[in-house]
């Protein structure tokens, strides 16, 4: 297995991705930085950004990275002048462009192997296979309760409950498609229930799948929170703190009588092949089951909206797509690539 593939943490928001970024970073080899918000931006402005072949247009993608607020660069420390320069050095593609900032991030720390945490992602795990063609993706499952109940309490989360329903369904759908057709090596599901009970053997499986040796300090993901946390995210304090499973099954008093009752109607299905298992609840009303199903429809059309948009994009592609900076991802490209020594990988 190539030692340096992209990692992607995906999931519905609030399924504990944070925690397993901080794991995931702890590793001696792999570095998972704070949520950005420059990759699908770059990639549906991709237009607008046009080829990346011209070193002018990747300069000017770069500087747009570097000192836009939204994209979140400030918090990976990076130095904003070489990252630039490595990017109008470096390979002309819009993969290549974007991965730059994250290879940078691993290189902060001496790790040779990068990854990226943002739960929406499970959306477009297509589109980031056209970046990063030998990117594996994890996939952190909770209870679909227990993750509606958190996204309730969120400062940021501007929806009401039905969207949040909405939201866990989806993430397990696409799920179930990704296991399907990815490959053993590319798409590994993790439980956030098994996670928090026995972190050591469900990390070692997760090492197994990545192609790394376990490393203990994973165990302790509390130790990186200040590191690979913004102190502004007040929302994530319990990633200073001990892993634990006290918060498993806490939707039961979170939630109120008839949040349970729909989440259940209508998440059931998916919460039973899980084996998380059902309240007495009862069946929700018609009027929240109608007012669930216009939000799903909603969405589920906006969904549709967007990739025909992107197909038709894809017929008018500016330039190259594929980052052409790992092992494997050179290798697809059939650029020639310096060895380098395992022990160099290990010690950077």
Not at 311 to 335: C, H, I, K, Y
Request: with cysteine.
């Amino acid at each position: 297995m190539n030692p340096d593939r992209p990692i992607f943490v995906i999931g519905c928001p609030r399924s504990g991705t944070t925690m397993l970024q901080l794991m995931l970073h702890s590793h001696e080899r792999i570095a998972v930085p704070p949520e950005t918000r420059f990759l699908l931006q770059a990639y549906y402005h991709r237009r607008v950004h046009g080829d990346m072949r011209d070193a002018d247009n990747r300069r000017r993608l770069a500087e747009w990275i570097v000192t836009d607020k939204t994209t979140k660069f400030r918090e990976l420390g990076l130095d904003r002048k070489a990252y630039v320069r490595k990017v109008v050095e470096g390979p002309g593609s819009l993969g290549s462009v974007t991965g730059e900032a994250f290879r940078a991030y691993a290189e902060r720390f001496g790790k040779p192997r990068w990854g990226d945490k943002r739960p929406s992602y499970f959306k477009h795990v297509g589109l980031l296979l056209r970046l990063f063609p030998d990117a594996q993706f994890v996939h952190l499952v909770r209870d679909g309760r227990d993750c509606v109940a958190s996204l309730k309490e969120m400062p940021w989360y501007t929806h009401d409950v039905f969207h949040a329903i909405a939201n866990w369904a989806e993430a397990i759908d696409h799920g179930r498609r990704y296991a399907a057709a990815l490959p053993a090596d590319s798409y590994h599901e993790m439980r956030y229930e098994r996670l928090t009970a026995d972190p050591e053997g469900e990390l070692g499986k997760l090492c197994a799948f990545l192609g790394e040796e376990y490393d203990p300090a994973m165990c302790e993901p509390r130790r990186m929170a200040t590191t690979a946390v913004p102190a502004h995210k007040v929302w994530h304090s319990n990633t200073h703190n001990e892993i634990t499973p006290a918060r498993v099954g806490s939707w039961a008093d979170r939630l109120e009588p008839w949040e349970i009752s729909l989440c259940e109607t209508v998440l059931g299905r998916r919460l039973r092949a899980y084996g998380y298992e059902l309240s007495d609840a009862g069946p929700a009303s018609s009027r929240h089951l109608l007012t669930y199903r216009r939000v799903a429809a909603k969405r589920a059309l906006s969904t549709v909206r967007q990739r025909s948009r992107d197909r038709f994009n894809q017929l008018r592609e500016p330039g190259p797509l594929p980052a052409m900076l790992t092992s494997g991802q050179l290798s697809m490209a059939r650029v020639p690539r310096q060895r380098i020594p395992d022990r160099e990988l290990t010690s950077r």
